[in-house]
């Protein structure tokens, strides 16, 4: 959308507000797609003792990739709004080519995991506090 929003610029002087309000939209879907389902991902993949581990790697690579944008939007400048959001769009679909072709592989890698899930079994009768608490303040009550 940004690219379609920099080519009008370059054509009329100005851009309409709508190619920023979709750019942000489908930012947004991305991110609320593609964040649980690789933390997911990272929770099944990862052994039980390094899984907290995974997840602050996952969280610093966030950061990495902010450290990455800044430094592209540095560079934007002197390469012009319309070629960096057109290396942007290409990055991105390659990187989704990328990921669609390793999604087999690793769902693989979880040998299954998604299979064995299954709920709690449901404890009937459960009691939150001691008994000998719960008639002293029954007692208590009454008096």
Do not use: C
Not at 18 to 41: D, K, M, N, Q, R
Not at 80 to 101: E, K, P, Q
């Amino acid at each position: 959308f940004m690219v379609f929003a920099s080519m009008e610029f370059q054509n009329d002087g100005a851009s309409a507000m709508y190619w920023l309000v979709l750019a942000y939209l489908f930012h947004t879907i991305g991110e609320l797609s593609s964040s649980p389902v690789a933390l997911s991902f990272i929770t099944k993949l990862a052994p039980v003792k390094y899984a907290s581990l995974m997840m602050g790697v996952y969280f610093a690579a966030t950061g990495l990739g902010n450290k990455v944008a800044g430094i592209v939007g540095e560079f934007s400048s002197e390469a012009g709004d319309g070629t960096i959001f057109l290396g942007i769009t290409i990055f991105t679909v390659a990187f989704a080519i990328i990921v669609l072709l390793m999604l087999k592989p690793l769902k693989r890698l979880t040998h299954g995991v998604e299979d064995e899930e299954r709920e709690l079994p449901q404890q009937e009768n459960f009691e939150l506090g001691d008994e000998d608490l719960v008639d002293k303040e029954d007692t208590k009550r009454r008096r």
